[in-house]
């Protein structure tokens, strides 16, 4: 099997995205927001807010005083800035520097994003400096152990075919993906009262066509990794990975999917 060797974890274009994880991005948001219970009229802000789902949740469910978002990808922000118009202020950076003063945010939260930054440590004492004393600071992750269903079913099928594709799991890269390592972070920046928890949804799916489509937009480790094969060894992964589906009789699949959150105070 022909296949790349290095996966590509650039999130850029808003549109192949939403495909692929974006449409269950938007449902686990208010599940995480549930969660927080955090009180109304705090000054919000969302760290690598991709399209917007977080951001979105956040101005129809919070009741927030304010809600400031940054993203790195221009591709990003001006997918957010057509859904979220004026009523959040998007602003261009990264998690480990925000063009933001410090200890301007009641509440600063970030979702799906920590895994993917370079150097997490440094995104959240970032999260910390720009977050008010008191206040608090919470993040979310797939579960690409065994949580997050359709991602765990595409790489067991492409390490059946590949042996190189298992450097490439999201599962082996992201130990920061667990409760524990989670916890772990937050206490070594210094927050307080950490605690985590659970977030599961119901991803389902019209057809495998549904499933698998989304992989074949180049955005994201596993798009990425389908990219890298030629066309008959795609054909031979679509196979295995439809053998691994739970079709009921209509066609439909239903999986579920897992997140990780984590929440603390900045002393």
């Not at 999130?11 to 955090?38: C, K």
């Given at each position: 099997?022909?296949?790349?060797?290095?996966?590509?974890?650039?999130?850029?274009?808003?549109?192949?995205?939403?495909?692929?994880?974006?449409?269950?991005?938007?449902?686990?948001?208010?599940?995480?927001?549930?969660?927080?219970?955090?009180?109304p009229d705090l000054r919000w802000l969302d760290v690598g807010c991709g399209t917007g789902a977080?951001?979105?949740?956040?101005?129809?469910?919070?009741?927030?005083?304010?809600?400031?978002?940054?993203?790195?990808?221009?591709?990003?922000?001006?997918?957010?800035?057509?859904?979220?118009?004026?009523?959040?202020?998007?602003?261009?950076?990264?998690?480990?520097?925000?063009?933001?003063?410090?200890?301007?945010?009641?509440?600063?939260?970030?979702?799906?994003?920590?895994?993917?930054?370079?150097?997490?440590?440094?995104?959240?004492?970032?999260?910390?400096?720009?977050?008010?004393?008191?206040?608090?600071?919470?993040?979310?992750?797939?579960?690409?152990?065994?949580?997050?269903?359709?991602?765990?079913?595409?790489?067991?099928?492409?390490?059946?075919?590949?042996?190189?594709?298992?450097?490439?799991?999201?599962?082996?890269?992201?130990?920061?993906?667990?409760?524990?390592?989670?916890?772990?972070?937050?206490?070594?920046?210094?927050?307080?009262?950490?605690?985590?928890?659970?977030?599961?949804?119901?991803?389902?799916?019209?057809?495998?066509?549904?499933?698998?489509?989304?992989?074949?937009?180049?955005?994201?480790?596993?798009?990425?990794?389908?990219?890298?094969?030629?066309?008959?060894?795609?054909?031979?992964?679509?196979?295995?990975?439809?053998?691994?589906?739970?079709?009921?009789?209509?066609?439909?699949?239903?999986?579920?999917?897992?997140?990780?959150?984590?929440?603390?105070?900045?002393?």
């Open positions: 099997m022909a296949s790349g060797s290095a996966s590509d974890d650039r999130w850029e274009r808003g549109d192949p995205y939403e495909r692929y994880i974006g449409r269950w991005s938007r449902r686990v948001a208010p599940r995480f927001l549930s969660w927080l219970a955090a009180a977080l951001t979105a949740a956040i101005l129809d469910h919070a009741q927030p005083k304010s809600v400031s978002a940054v993203e790195p990808s221009d591709g990003f922000l001006a997918t957010a800035a057509q859904r979220l118009g004026a009523r959040a202020q998007l602003q261009k950076g990264s998690a480990a520097q925000m063009p933001l003063p410090d200890a301007s945010m009641d509440v600063t939260v970030s979702g799906l994003v920590l895994n993917f930054t370079p150097e997490p440590p440094l995104a959240l004492a970032e999260m910390a400096r720009v977050t008010a004393p008191g206040g608090t600071i919470a993040a979310y992750v797939w579960d690409y152990a065994d949580g997050m269903q359709l991602i765990r079913r595409f790489w067991d099928a492409a390490r059946a075919l590949d042996d190189k594709a298992a450097a490439l799991d999201e599962a082996l890269r992201f130990p920061l993906c667990r409760p524990e390592a989670l916890a772990a972070l937050f206490e070594a920046t210094g927050l307080h009262r950490v605690q985590t928890g659970a977030l599961e949804i119901e991803t389902r799916f019209v057809d495998f066509d549904d499933c698998w489509q989304p992989f074949l937009g180049g955005q994201g480790p596993a798009p990425a990794y389908v990219a890298t094969l030629d066309e008959a060894a795609r054909a031979r992964l679509r196979a295995e990975l439809r053998t691994r589906m739970p079709a009921r009789p209509d066609g439909s699949i239903v999986l579920s999917a897992r997140a990780w959150s984590v929440r603390g105070r900045r002393p």
